[in-house]
């Protein structure tokens, strides 16, 4: 954990908070991350088969309208 990570989000959960992978292939849950967005996260929380972050910088706008 505390280690940034580059992720694309490909979708929202019933949350509202971005979803993506990351390069290990483990599922992240991301708040005010939007699908399409590249963006540098931090890793906040760690589960078997899932985590939990938060943003630390938008690479790549989201090509949706908001």
């Known amino acids: 954990m505390g280690k940034s990570t580059k992720v694309t989000f490909t979708g929202l959960n019933h949350r509202g908070e971005g979803v993506?992978?990351?390069?290990?292939?483990?599922?992240?849950?991301?708040?005010?991350?939007?699908?399409?967005?590249?963006?540098?996260?931090?890793?906040?929380?760690e589960k078997n088969k899932w985590s939990?972050?938060?943003?630390e910088k938008i690479l790549l706008s989201s090509p949706y309208p908001s």
Request: net charge negative.
């Open 20 to 45: 993506a992978r990351t390069i290990q292939g483990k599922i992240v849950f991301v708040p005010d991350a939007l699908p399409g967005e590249e963006a540098l996260i931090q890793v906040k929380e």
């Open 52 to 55: 939990r972050g938060e943003l």
